[in-house]
């Protein structure tokens, strides 16, 4: 049973769908759904899991309600085994109910470092030391992340591990060169994909780009994805005079045929990036890409060797970063090739779901057992 925060187009249900999918012929799958808010992804949910989808009712505003429709549906279903794609309150209604109905096997997955308010710190310390109490492991993204959950100083719970994101490398990849090779608007092209929220750091981007046109004119930039911040940034596209050639695409649920229709992958962030499941998709694109120079991505980047990191919130560096992969086919060429090299080797679908299973069900050998107990 997968446990996912909604149905929209975030990077946690996008991990879930690939996950499922790379399962449907392996196990037997349900979906638990906590918000019903946005739904762009329900078709495909529905798809994936065949109709095995439930959606938190939304007069069910108090956690002991929560907790008993969580209850009744695992009792219902009787999973043998709960991957929890969330981290927080949610998280631990569902696990204690998963423990209540007997389920021995939980995990929660977190893609985000603790925010830096000590406030927000407190809540997550708060949630750590109940997932202990709970028996709820906590796998991490990224080892940015579990390194700034034990900086919080309350202890992991048992058997928490790292485990990162991963995409289908193949299939962005064809559906990337497929596009690519029908591609007619030949003007350079720079996208951003992420959620326009203060975690990321679209400002610096329009700055940068700003720049980039300089030299540049044809230049177009594309900000995929939506928030609360998307007014704040169109209007700053406008005060920069970038308007007319910044696009912004808002939620898309097929990045991968648009970035068969990008020259540079721009991932400007902050130190509050957990991983960036965008960022992998680039590379799995084979698409260049230009990033922050932040903890979480020096890891997936493996220090600059499958991207260029340029220093945060510096417009000038990424700008100059930018236009030299631009005006080289030569530097594009190699950073694509050094991103599907890192993105094979570390973060393909195959992994993932492999660690997933070893945590989930246990050594290999033993997940074996298992599968034959179960036929």
């Avoid at 078709?43 to 065949?50: E, L, T």
Wanted: glycine share 6%.
């Amino acid at each position: 049973m997968h446990v996912i925060t909604g149905l929209g187009t975030g990077g946690t249900e996008m991990m879930c769908l690939r996950l499922a999918r790379h399962w449907q012929n392996r196990f037997e799958q349900h979906a638990l759904a906590w918000s019903s808010s946005s739904r762009s992804l329900e078709r495909d949910f529905n798809n994936v899991f065949q109709d095995h989808v439930s959606v938190l009712p939304s007069d069910r505003q108090s956690y002991f309600d929560q907790w008993r429709w969580a209850r009744k549906q695992i009792a219902q279903r009787k999973p043998d085994a709960i991957l929890l794609h969330c981290f927080g309150i949610p998280h631990l209604i569902v696990a204690a109910a998963a423990r209540s109905a007997g389920v021995r096997r939980v995990s929660a997955w977190a893609g985000n470092p603790p925010p830096r308010s000590r406030i927000a710190r407190l809540r997550f310390c708060a949630i750590l030391a109940a997932s202990r109490i709970i028996r709820c492991p906590v796998l991490s993204c990224s080892r940015t992340v579990e390194q700034e959950f034990k900086q919080l100083g309350i202890g992991m719970p048992a058997r928490s591990a790292v485990l990162p994101n991963a995409v289908d490398v193949a299939d962005i990849l064809a559906d990337a060169r497929r596009l690519r090779e029908m591609r007619s608007d030949l003007r350079p092209t720079i996208a951003m994909v992420s959620r326009l929220d203060v975690i990321k750091d679209h400002a610096t981007l329009l700055e940068a780009f700003a720049i980039v046109r300089r030299d540049m004119p044809s230049a177009q930039l594309w900000i995929v994805g939506d928030g609360a911040l998307r007014g704040n940034l169109e209007a700053q596209a406008r005060s920069l005079g970038i308007a007319e050639s910044t696009s912004f695409l808002g939620n898309q649920t097929d990045v991968a045929r648009l970035l068969g229709q990008v020259d540079v992958f721009a991932f400007s962030t902050t130190r509050d990036e957990g991983f960036g499941i965008v960022l992998i998709e680039a590379m799995a694109a084979g698409i260049p890409v230009v990033a922050s120079d932040v903890a979480a991505c020096r890891e997936v980047l493996a220090d600059g060797e499958a991207g260029i990191l340029v220093s945060p919130s510096d417009p000038v560096a990424l700008a100059s970063a930018i236009s030299r992969v631009l005006n080289s086919p030569e530097l594009r060429t190699h950073f694509a090739s050094k991103a599907l090299q890192r993105i094979r080797s570390e973060y393909g679908i195959e992994s993932c779901a492999q660690r997933w299973e070893a945590q989930l069900f246990g050594a290999p050998q033993s997940l074996k057992r298992f599968a034959e107990c179960a036929s």
